[in-house]
């Protein structure tokens, strides 16, 4: 008897065993020094590679397509004003009129109308204890102030102004209060100087994610170099990574979960380098998940144009893609739609025979791993 297909609508299909020890809770010594699987889709055959290999492995007219957005300090320390229960949370955006949108969690329910006393992160994050009363001063605080609950649960929050930060951008008091929003399995809430410098591509430009696209992660400018000498170009998209990244498929079924929405863009400069890629016969090399729906959302009408706004595109087994050819991933999560993305180009079975092998081989996974190349 052959083998029984797995109901891929199911949650339940998407998942394997991965032992905690292959987590990477840090990042490899040198960005180019991953290791790289190597799955190819014409033969179904795995192979093992290394991240300084991938100039070899891709084709003098193919074009590498880059996430350049940027990590904003966004997670927050603090305490409820009236209380003084500890209280951890995420910048998510600023709206227009100036509010913050945040979520967090702390005993309790929080009320509107009631204040959050920030801290500097370091002075709290490491407290287990009440907040600290007698070393911190005006210029260690800063207050926000609830002003509505939204549909999703999520609050916002205004700055109340104050002698010592009076006037000061957002980004200010984030760069200021903020630490980088290290994803919970690496273990620390507050980033150390290491992953201030390698939780950000060499391409960050753009502020605004609460996660990095950690495929990016991996490229150093020598390797981009050595790309670009073997013919290989490159062309960059944006799109910032937001909450939907930290919140798991909470349905049974993938046609019940609903994506959380980011903004995206794609220039008109980006869009014709893409297009000349594809009339020349070359291919389009995704550089992570974000890049993959950045493109794909901005090629709804049939073709990639320039296109900028929030797209809460779901990518999975059967998706037509209009504009990837090629990806180059990390390994994702169990029951993630990000590895349901990654099968959606490479086939369920191929996919998931790739993460066995990645696991018996001791490759290390997700942020800080190693990554995966699908041709």
Known sequence: MGMVTPDLDDISAWQYDLPAELIAARPAPRRDA????????????????????????????????????????????????????????????????????????????????????????????????????????????LELQLTERLDDGTWLAAPKPSAVWQDRATLDLLESFGTLPLPPYIGRKVADDNDRQRYQTIFARETGAIAAP????????????????????????????????????????????????????????????????????????????????TLEAASQAGTLNEWQGHTNLFIRPGYQFRTVDRLLTNFHLPGSTLIVLVAALSGYDLVMEAYRKAVEAGYRFYSYGDAMLIL
């Open 214 to 293: 950690t495929a990016g992660l991996h490229f150093t400018p020598e390797l981009l170099n050595e790309c670009r000498r073997q013919g290989v170009k490159s062309s960059e998209v944006t799109l910032h990574v937001g909450i939907g990244t930290f919140r798991p498929v909470s349905a049974s079924r993938l046609s019940e979960h609903s994506m959380h929405a980011e903004w995206c863009c794609v220039s008109a400069s980006a869009a014709q380098e893409i297009a000349a890629t594809k009339s020349a016969g070359g291919q389009i090399v995704a550089v992570g998940t974000t890049s993959v729906r």
């Open 34 to 141: 991953s290791r790289l699987m190597l799955v190819r889709r014409d033969t179904g055959t795995i192979e093992h590679c290394h991240t300084v290999d991938l100039p070899d492995l891709l084709n003098p007219k193919d074009r590498l397509v880059f996430n350049n957005t940027k990590v904003l300090p966004a997670r927050l320390f603090g305490f409820r004003t009236s209380t003084g229960g500890r209280w951890e949370g995420l910048f998510l955006q600023e709206h227009p009129d100036g509010r913050w949108q945040i979520t967090g969690q702390t005993r309790g329910k929080l009320q509107t109308g009631e204040s959050l006393t920030l801290i500097k992160a370091g002075l709290l994050a490491a407290a287990d204890a009440k907040p600290p009363e007698n070393d911190v001063g005006p210029a260690d605080t």
